[in-house]
C-alpha cells in the first residue's frame, strides 16, 4: 500500500522556529508517509539536501510581488495544486496566524484535513481577537509543548481547543555528533573553548545587542566564536569588537553539532531554547521582543529554575555582564548538569502520529462557508486602520505627481518568473534571494502540474511590466 502524502507549510516567522519544527515533524513521518514542506522562509533552502524531503518555496506576501488580496488567492491556488498533484490527505500549518489562503484551500477542498500547529506563549498581540473563528476552521489543533508552559499567561494558554504534546525539536541525542566529530565537521580546533553565538541584526536595538554580547567574550583565553551570520549592520560595518576569534559557519541542522560548543549566546526562540538546553550547552539568552511570542516569559523561567541564564534585554550592561558568566567554568558546569533533567523532545513524533492517523479517517467535513465569511470579514477590519493610512499617503504622493509630473516615462518589460526545482542548498538560497520571482517546484513535478503552475503565476503577477522614470 502506498504511504499518504501529507503537506507541511509554515509561514516566514522571526527565526527559524516554524521550519525547524516541521522538518522534526517530517522526519518522524518518513517511514509511514511522504511529508513534502512548504514554506515561505528562506530558510527551506537547507532542507531538500538534508533531509530529502521534497519542498517547496513560496514567496510570501513580504516580497510585495502583489497585492495582499491577489497573494491570499495565490497561497490558495498553490496549495490546491500541489493537493491535486501529490493526492495530499492532510495540510498542516505551523506559524502564528493561519492565512485566509491557507483557510481557503481548506474551505475549497472539504476532503482535505487542515491542522494548525500552534505555538504557546503569546504575547498579547491583536491576532487574539480572531482566534476562536480561525479555530473553528480547523480539523485539529496542536500545541507543540513548551519547557516554560508554566510561566505562559498568554490568549491561547486557556483554551482548551487544542491537543498538547511534548517539546518539538530538532536535537536528538542518538543523532547529534560527538564533541570531536561536530567540531571536525564545523572545522574548528579541538583543544580550544568555543562559543555560539545566535543572535538578530537588522536594526540598531538589535544590532546594539550582538555588540554587547559580544564583549562579554572578550578576555576568554583561546576563545573561538561561532556565528551563523556575519556580524555586519546593513552598511557592511562591523559589529564585533577587536580580539575575538570569530568565524561564520553554515551548518544545518545546527542541532546535530551542538556538542562541539561550551557555552551559547541565543534569543529566547522556541527554537534555539529547545535545542541548546536538551544538548547540555551553557547558555545565556537575550530576548527578542518583536512578534507574537513571549521570549521574555521563556527566558525568566529558564533562569528562575537554573537551566540557563538571562540578560536584560534592555540593559546592555547587562548582556554584557551577564554573557561574561559564562566565562566561569563551574557556572558553566552548573548549567549543563541542571539541563540534563529537562525532559525528552518527543513532541515531533506525537505530532507525525496525530497527522497520520487523520490520513485514515474517511469521513469528510463540509466547507464552512458561513464561518469562512465572518473569519474574512474579521480579517479585513483589523486592516482596515492600515488601509485608511495607506489611502491617505497614496492620496499626497498622487498630488505631489500632479503638481510635479514625471518628464518622461518609458514602459519596459520585466523578466518573467523563473521556474525551477532545485534542491540544491546554494543555488536555492540564490534564487530565492533574487529580486526576480522565483516559482520553485517539488521534484518530479507532472507538466500538468508545471502548466497549472504558470497559470497561476500569471494571474498572480499579472502583466510583467514596470516604469522607469527619467
Same mark, same amino acid.
Given at each position: 500500500?502506498?504511504?499518504? /502524502?501529507?503537506?507541511?507549510?509554515? #509561514?516566514?516567522?522571526?527565526?527559524?522556529?516554524?521550519?525547524?519544527?516541521?522538518?522534526?515533524?517530517?522526519?518522524? %513521518?518518513? @517511514?509511514?508517509?511522504?511529508?513534502?514542506?512548504?514554506?515561505?522562509?528562506?530558510?527551506?533552502?537547507?532542507?531538500?539536501?538534508?533531509?530529502?524531503?521534497?519542498?517547496?518555496?513560496?514567496?510570501?506576501?513580504?516580497? %510585495?510581488?502583489?497585492?495582499?488580496?491577489?497573494?491570499?488567492?495565490?497561497?490558495?491556488?498553490?496549495?490546491?495544486?500541489?493537493?491535486?498533484?501529490?493526492?495530499?490527505?492532510? %495540510?498542516?500549518?505551523?506559524?502564528?496566524?493561519?492565512?485566509?489562503?491557507?483557510?481557503?484551500?481548506? &474551505?475549497?477542498? @472539504?476532503?482535505?484535513?487542515?491542522?494548525?500547529?500552534?505555538?504557546?506563549?503569546?504575547?498579547?498581540?491583536?491576532?487574539?481577537?480572531?482566534?476562536?473563528?480561525?479555530?473553528?476552521?480547523?480539523?485539529?489543533?496542536?500545541?507543540?509543548?513548551?519547557?516554560?508552559?508554566?510561566?505562559?499567561?498568554?490568549?491561547?494558554?486557556?483554551? &482548551?481547543?487544542?491537543?498538547?504534546?511534548?517539546?518539538?525539536?530538532?536535537?536528538?541525542? +542518538?543523532?547529534?555528533?560527538?564533541?570531536?566529530?561536530?567540531?571536525?565537521?564545523?572545522?574548528?580546533?579541538?583543544?580550544?573553548?568555543?562559543?555560539?553565538?545566535?543572535?538578530?541584526?537588522?536594526? #540598531?536595538?538589535?544590532?546594539?545587542?550582538?555588540?554587547?554580547?559580544?564583549?562579554?567574550?572578550?578576555?576568554?583565553?583561546?576563545?573561538?566564536?561561532?556565528? /551563523?551570520?556575519? @556580524?555586519?549592520?546593513?552598511?557592511?560595518?562591523?559589529?564585533?569588537?577587536?580580539?575575538?576569534?570569530?568565524?561564520?559557519?553554515?551548518?544545518?541542522?545546527?542541532?546535530?553539532?551542538?556538542?562541539?560548543?561550551?557555552?551559547?549566546?541565543?534569543?529566547?526562540?522556541?527554537?534555539?531554547?529547545?535545542? !541548546?538546553?536538551?544538548?547540555?550547552?551553557?547558555?545565556?539568552?537575550?530576548? &527578542?521582543?518583536?512578534?507574537?511570542?513571549?521570549? $521574555?516569559?521563556?527566558?525568566?523561567?529558564?533562569?528562575?529554575?537554573?537551566?540557563?541564564?538571562?540578560?536584560?534585554?534592555?540593559? !546592555?550592561?547587562?548582556?554584557?555582564?551577564?554573557?561574561?558568566?559564562?566565562?566561569?567554568?563551574?557556572?558553566?558546569?552548573?548549567?549543563?548538569?541542571?539541563?540534563?533533567?529537562?525532559?525528552?523532545?518527543?513532541?515531533?513524533? +506525537?505530532?507525525?502520529?496525530? !497527522?497520520?492517523?487523520?490520513?485514515?479517517?474517511?469521513?469528510?467535513?463540509?466547507?464552512?462557508?458561513?464561518?469562512?465569511?465572518?473569519?474574512?470579514?474579521?480579517?479585513?477590519?483589523?486592516?482596515?486602520?492600515?488601509?485608511?493610512?495607506?489611502?491617505?499617503?497614496?492620496?499626497?504622493?498622487?498630488?505631489?505627481?500632479?503638481?510635479?509630473?514625471?518628464?518622461?516615462?518609458?514602459?519596459?518589460? $520585466?523578466?518573467?518568473?523563473?521556474?525551477?526545482? #532545485?534542491?540544491?542548498?546554494?543555488?536555492?538560497?540564490?534564487?530565492?534571494?533574487?529580486?526576480?520571482?522565483?516559482?520553485?517546484?517539488?521534484?518530479?513535478?507532472?507538466?500538468?502540474?508545471?502548466?497549472?503552475?504558470?497559470?497561476?503565476? &500569471?494571474?498572480?503577477?499579472?502583466? %510583467?511590466?514596470?516604469?522607469?522614470?527619467?
Amino acid at each position: 500500500m502506498s504511504k499518504p /502524502t501529507i503537506i507541511l507549510a509554515t #509561514s516566514n516567522g522571526v527565526g527559524m522556529g516554524h521550519l525547524a519544527r516541521a522538518s522534526a515533524v517530517a522526519l518522524a %513521518l518518513k @517511514p509511514v508517509a511522504n511529508p513534502i514542506i512548504v514554506s515561505m522562509a528562506g530558510g527551506i533552502a537547507e532542507i531538500p539536501s538534508f533531509m530529502g524531503i521534497r519542498c517547496e518555496y513560496i514567496p510570501g506576501r513580504d516580497r %510585495l510581488w502583489m497585492s495582499r488580496e491577489k497573494w491570499d488567492a495565490y497561497l490558495r491556488d498553490r496549495l490546491l495544486a500541489l493537493v491535486d498533484e501529490t493526492d495530499a490527505k492532510v %495540510l498542516s500549518f505551523d506559524g502564528v496566524v493561519p492565512y485566509p489562503g491557507v483557510i481557503a484551500a481548506r &474551505n475549497a477542498n @472539504p476532503k482535505l484535513k487542515l491542522v494548525w500547529v500552534r505555538r504557546g506563549l503569546w504575547q498579547k498581540k491583536p491576532q487574539r481577537f480572531i482566534l476562536g473563528l480561525q479555530a473553528k476552521m480547523m480539523d485539529a489543533i496542536v500545541e507543540p509543548g513548551d519547557i516554560a508552559r508554566a510561566y505562559d499567561f498568554g490568549p491561547t494558554s486557556k483554551r &482548551n481547543d487544542s491537543v498538547l504534546t511534548s517539546p518539538v525539536s530538532l536535537f536528538r541525542k +542518538e543523532d547529534a555528533l560527538s564533541r570531536e566529530d561536530a567540531r571536525k565537521a564545523l572545522g574548528l580546533d579541538q583543544n580550544r573553548p568555543v562559543a555560539l553565538v545566535q543572535l538578530g541584526t537588522g536594526d #540598531s536595538d538589535v544590532n546594539h545587542k550582538m555588540t554587547a554580547a559580544l564583549e562579554g567574550l572578550l578576555g576568554w583565553k583561546d576563545l573561538q566564536v561561532i556565528l /551563523t551570520k556575519a @556580524p555586519i549592520d546593513k552598511d557592511g560595518n562591523s559589529l564585533a569588537p577587536e580580539g575575538l576569534d570569530i568565524k561564520v559557519a553554515r551548518y544545518f541542522p545546527l542541532a546535530k553539532v551542538l556538542h562541539a560548543f561550551d557555552a551559547g549566546i541565543c534569543a529566547t526562540g522556541y527554537n534555539g531554547v529547545h535545542e !541548546l538546553l536538551p544538548a547540555q550547552v551553557p547558555t545565556v539568552f537575550v530576548s &527578542n521582543i518583536r512578534g507574537t511570542d513571549d521570549q $521574555e516569559a521563556r527566558a525568566r523561567w529558564c533562569h528562575d529554575f537554573g537551566y540557563a541564564l538571562r540578560a536584560d534585554q534592555a540593559d !546592555l550592561a547587562d548582556i554584557t555582564k551577564t554573557v561574561k558568566k559564562l566565562q566561569d567554568p563551574q557556572i558553566r558546569a552548573g548549567l549543563s548538569a541542571k539541563c540534563a533533567e529537562l525532559p525528552n523532545t518527543t513532541g515531533g513524533q +506525537e505530532i507525525a502520529d496525530m !497527522l497520520f492517523a487523520l490520513t485514515k479517517q474517511q469521513s469528510a467535513q463540509q466547507a464552512k462557508l458561513l464561518t469562512f465569511k465572518r473569519l474574512m470579514i474579521q480579517d479585513h477590519f483589523n486592516r482596515g486602520l492600515r488601509h485608511v493610512a495607506n489611502l491617505g499617503l497614496r492620496r499626497v504622493a498622487l498630488v505631489y505627481r500632479f503638481i510635479n509630473p514625471h518628464k518622461d516615462v518609458q514602459i519596459i518589460k $520585466e523578466e518573467p518568473p523563473v521556474f525551477g526545482d #532545485s534542491t540544491d542548498s546554494a543555488e536555492l538560497q540564490k534564487l530565492i534571494k533574487s529580486p526576480v520571482r522565483f516559482e520553485h517546484f517539488i521534484t518530479g513535478a507532472s507538466p500538468a502540474y508545471v502548466a497549472k503552475r504558470k497559470e497561476i503565476a &500569471n494571474t498572480a503577477y499579472g502583466e %510583467l511590466v514596470e516604469n522607469i522614470k527619467k
